[in-house]
T-cell receptor, first 114, second 116 residues
Framework: KAGVTQTPRYLIKTRGQQVTLSCSPISGHRSVSWYQQTPGQGLQFLFE???????NKGNFPGRFSGRQFSNSRSEMNVSTLELGDSALYLC?????????????FGEGSWLTVV | QQQVKQSPQSLIVQKGGISIINCAYE??????FPWYQQFPGKGPALLIA?????SEKKEGRFTISFNKSAKQFSLHIMDSQPGDSATYFCAASYSISNFGNEKLTFGTGTRLTIIP
C-alpha cells in the first residue's frame, strides 16, 4: 500500500509569489490534514479536510488555503509568499473518523522563499 | 500559547540504556496522546499512542506512561539502539463528536542521540 505522497518535494519561490502543494493520501483515507514544520515554531496544524469539506483550521493567516477533491487528493496554496513561509509542509492522512485513528505523514514539501 | 511542553530538548544516551522523554499538557479536553519519530528528511512516523483511560502502554521497546492527574505523559525507550537516534515529538488531540483526532498539537521535539 503506497504511503502519503507529496509533490513537489523541493521548491524555491520568490517573495510575493504564490505556491501550490499537492498531496495524495493513502488509498481509502478520506481525511487529509496539513502541517507546517519550522525550526522556530515546530509542527503546527494548518487545516484538515474530510470529504471535500474543511473540518478544522489552525491559526494561520488567510494567505494559507486548501482544498480537497472528490478522490481525497488535496492541495494547499500559499499566496503572497513571505520569507517566514519557508518551511517543510507536511501532509497527513487518516481513515474515516474514529477515535484515535492513526495519522500517517508524507515526507513533506520543502519550500524556500527568497 | 503552547499547549504541550516537551523536555528535554536534546538527549544523549548510551547504547543499551533507557531514554526518557517527558511531555506535559494543559488542555484537559485532550484525549489522544501519540508519539512520533522523525528521521532527517522524512515525515514523522507514529511510534505509539495512548488514551487517558490507561496509565501505561507498551509496544516492544517503547512504553508510554500516562499520569492524568498531573497532565503528564512520557516515552520510555528501553535498550536504546543507535538506530533510535532521531527526533521525537509528543502530541495531543481531542476528538470532535464522532470525528477523529486529526488536529494534533505537537511538543517542540527531542533530539535523541544514542552513542555506542
Amino acid at each position: 500500500k503506497a504511503g502519503v505522497t507529496q509533490t513537489p518535494r523541493y521548491l524555491i519561490k520568490t517573495r510575493g509569489q504564490q505556491v501550490t502543494l499537492s498531496c495524495s493520501p493513502i488509498s481509502g483515507h478520506r481525511s487529509v490534514s496539513w502541517y507546517q514544520q519550522t525550526p522556530g515554531q515546530g509542527l503546527q496544524f494548518l487545516f484538515e479536510y474530510f470529504s471535500e469539506t474543511q473540518r478544522n483550521k489552525g491559526n494561520f493567516p488567510g494567505r494559507f488555503s486548501g482544498r480537497q477533491f472528490s478522490n481525497s487528493r488535496s492541495e494547499m496554496n500559499v499566496s503572497t509568499l513571505e520569507l517566514g513561509d519557508s518551511a517543510l509542509y507536511l501532509c497527513a492522512s487518516s481513515s474515516q473518523g474514529g477515535f484515535g485513528n492513526t495519522i500517517y505523514f508524507g515526507e513533506g514539501s520543502w519550500l524556500t522563499v527568497v | 500559547q503552547q499547549q504541550v511542553k516537551q523536555s528535554p530538548q536534546s538527549l544523549i544516551v548510551q547504547k543499551g540504556g533507557i531514554s526518557i522523554i517527558n511531555c506535559a499538557y494543559e488542555n484537559t479536553a485532550f484525549d489522544y496522546f501519540p508519539w512520533y519519530q522523525q528521521f532527517p528528511g522524512k515525515g514523522p512516523a507514529l511510534l505509539i499512542a495512548i488514551r487517558p483511560d490507561v496509565s501505561e502502554k507498551k509496544e516492544g521497546r517503547f512504553t508510554i506512561s500516562f499520569n492524568k492527574s498531573a497532565k503528564q505523559f512520557s516515552l520510555h525507550i528501553m535498550d536504546s539502539q543507535p538506530g533510535d537516534s532521531a527526533t521525537y515529538f509528543c502530541a495531543a488531540s481531542y476528538s470532535i463528536s464522532n470525528f477523529g483526532n486529526e488536529k494534533l498539537t505537537f511538543g517542540t521535539g527531542t533530539r535523541l542521540t544514542i552513542i555506542p
